[in-house]
């Protein structure tokens, strides 16, 4: 019924750039808050920023000033811009969307994940 595509995910130095990209497609009628978390083995997926239907964005105080989430509903896509990459933000990055399907049923949709890696 619906699809969350992630890509962007790579190897990148620490101090570099990266941006995620995620699409949702499928039987979309409308996407209410969408968000990006991630994890790592053994540890619990964390929820890294969100982005409601209004644009009020939320993140995590260990990315607050470095990553920038955005969103373009014309695309049904959400993105993580994430500046000042650092060894500890390395991690599968999964992106998340509530989605109101045309049978009128509210959705809470999951990413494959996209890896990051921060190592010089």
């Known amino acids: 019924q619906v699809q969350l595509v992630e890509s962007g995910g790579d190897l990148v130095q620490p101090g570099g750039s990266l941006r995620l990209s995620c699409a949702a497609s499928g039987s979309i009628l409308s996407i209410g808050s969408m968000s990006w978390s991630r994890q790592t083995p053994g540890k619990q997926r964390e929820l890294v920023a969100l982005i409601n239907i209004g644009r009020t964005t939320i993140y995590a105080d260990s990315v607050k000033g470095r990553f920038t989430i955005s969103r373009d509903n014309a695309k049904n896509t959400v993105y993580l811009q994430m500046n000042s990459l650092k060894p500890e933000d390395t991690a599968v990055y999964y992106c998340?969307?509530?989605?109101?399907?045309?049978?009128?049923?509210?959705?809470?949709?999951w990413g494959q994940g996209t890896q990051v890696t921060v190592s010089s």
């Open positions: 998340n969307a509530y989605i109101e399907t045309y049978s009128r049923q509210w959705l809470s949709s």
